[in-house]
């Protein structure tokens, strides 16, 4: 019988070695990392969920946070009103098996549903980064900031601007209140509720 030579076992432990993940900011950062900072933006969503009504506290002076009053989307509402009205080159109405072209497609899809939302309406429409837990963004016509100088341009009229965004992106949702995404786990607001 032949016996073969074994390698001893070490007595040392093996380390658990975790493999940095690439974050969309292009910094590699562990799994673990990146899970713990996902559940404090989650936390922090929940403190600062979007509002139908702004709280008359965020309404005046120039200390107050960053709110954009406008309309989540989501992948499928904005595929629903881009290839409703055509808004897509015929490369880029199939969903893509590869995510990066995928990722293209959609980013395509949303810039080409913006430009025609501002032609359509005649408004420029802004795509802030906001908290819109589970959505991809948001439009937005202005900001608590900017809300004043807009109603004396525009008039205080914004209702026929969301019911023609509804209706194009399939959506039953109303226009709301969210925060800007700067205001982040850093950001301490004077009111209580809103801190983690």
């Known amino acids: 019988m032949v016996q073969f030579a074994t ?19 292009g910094k590699y950062r562990t799994r673990t990392a990146v899970k713990a900072e996902r559940e404090l933006w989650e936390q922090l969503a929940a403190k600062r969920p ?17 709110l954009h009053f406008g309309m989540t989307y989501t992948k499928e509402s904005i595929m629903h009103c881009a290839l409703r009205n055509d808004l897509l080159p015929p490369i880029y ?21 913006k430009l025609f939302f501002e032609k359509q309406l005649g408004v420029e429409i802004l795509m802030p980064s906001a908290f819109t837990h589970g959505q991809l963004g948001v439009f937005s016509i202005y900001s608590n900031h900017t809300r004043v100088k ?47």
Not at 93 to 113: G, L, N, S, T
Request: proline share 5%; with cysteine.
């Open 93 to 113: 109405q199939e969903e893509a098996k590869d995510p990066a072209e995928e990722a293209r497609r959609i980013c395509m899809a949303v810039w080409e549903v």
């Open 7 to 25: 390698k001893p076992k070490s007595s040392r432990k093996k380390r658990s070695v975790e493999t940095p993940a690439k974050t969309s900011s």
């Open 50 to 66: 979007s509002y139908l009504w702004l709280d008359k506290r965020f309404r005046y002076g120039s200390s107050k946070p960053i």
């Open 150 to 196: 807009w109603v004396k341009r525009m008039g205080d009229n914004h209702r026929p601007i969301w019911d023609f965004m509804r209706q194009e992106l399939g959506v039953k949702q109303f226009a709301a209140w969210y925060w800007d995404i700067k205001y982040g786990a850093s950001y301490v607001c004077k009111y209580e509720e809103f801190n983690l």
